[in-house]
T-cell receptor
Framework: EPEVTQTPSHQVTQMGQEVILRCVPI?????FYWYRQILGQKVEFLVSFYNNEISEKSEIFDDQFSVERPDGSNFTLKIRSTKLEDSAMYFCASSGYRFRLTYEQYFGPGTRLTVT | GQQLNQSPQSMFIQEGEDVSMNCTSSSIFNTWLWYKQEPGEGPVLLIA???AGELTSNGRLTAQFGITRKDSFLNISASIPSDVGIYFCAGVMDSNYQLIWGAGTKLIIKP
């Protein structure tokens, strides 16, 4: 069964450093998302991406964040200058192109980002 | 912003018991999704609901889209140890594709 994959599974970085989190969405999906989840808390929406551009973003997704689909398979989230409060689990998700399946988002296993 | 109130926050049950949880909102949603998350993993989609009043099952799980479109319910019958995890509801409003998430219901099965 097709699945969303994410790398790395765990990333440790120092405050102020740039990080890139990578995702390979399900191959026939056209909508891509990034979420984060701080330990023990709810899942928070960051950004959605369709047709090579951001379709929506939350207040969390400020100028320090950017997303890119550099080729036909990868979808990346970049944090330019990490802060301690960026420490969280980051999830990539994707959904399909047919009307109904657009709402059914499938999640990857996540990347745990630790900023020290 | 929009909020979903999910309850209960946690449940301690005996194996074999039935489980009920729900999500409510003051806003109308056109889609309800239920996910399960286990420690260290991503949310896994369990059930999707698209029409008010819709009742959908996935094995021992049954979810309903409330008739007012402001709530949804998830029931698990005859719970087993592998049901342990956090269950999240998520709603989609008419205006966009963004998922609005509940805070989760943590299911714990007493030995």
């Amino acid at each position: 069964e097709p699945e969303v994959t994410q790398t790395p599974s765990h990333q440790v970085t120092q405050m102020g450093q740039e990080v890139i989190l990578r995702c390979v969405p399900i191959s026939n999906h056209l909508y891509f998302y990034w979420y984060r989840q701080i330990l023990g808390q709810k899942v928070e929406f960051l950004v959605s991406f369709y047709n090579n551009e951001i379709s929506e973003k939350s207040e969390i997704f400020d100028d320090q964040f950017s997303v890119e689909r550099p080729d036909g398979s990868n979808f990346t989230l970049k944090i330019r200058s990490t802060k301690l409060e960026d420490s969280a689990m980051y999830f990539c998700a994707s959904s399909g192109y047919r009307f109904r399946l657009t709402y059914e988002q499938y999640f990857g296993p996540g990347t745990r980002l630790t900023v020290t | 912003g929009q909020q979903l109130n999910q309850s209960p926050q946690s449940m301690f049950i005996q194996e074999g018991e039935d489980v009920s949880m729900n999500c409510t909102s003051s806003s109308i949603f056109n889609t309800w999704l239920w996910y399960k998350q286990e420690p260290g993993e991503g949310p896994v989609l369990l059930i999707a609901l698209y029409k008010a009043g819709e009742l959908t099952s996935n094995g021992r799980l049954t979810a309903q889209f409330g008739i007012t479109r402001k709530d949804s319910f998830l029931n698990i019958s005859a719970s087993i140890p592998s049901d342990v995890g956090i269950y999240f509801c998520a709603g989609v409003m008419d205006s966009n594709y963004q998922l609005i998430w509940g805070a989760g219901t943590k299911l714990i099965i007493k030995p």
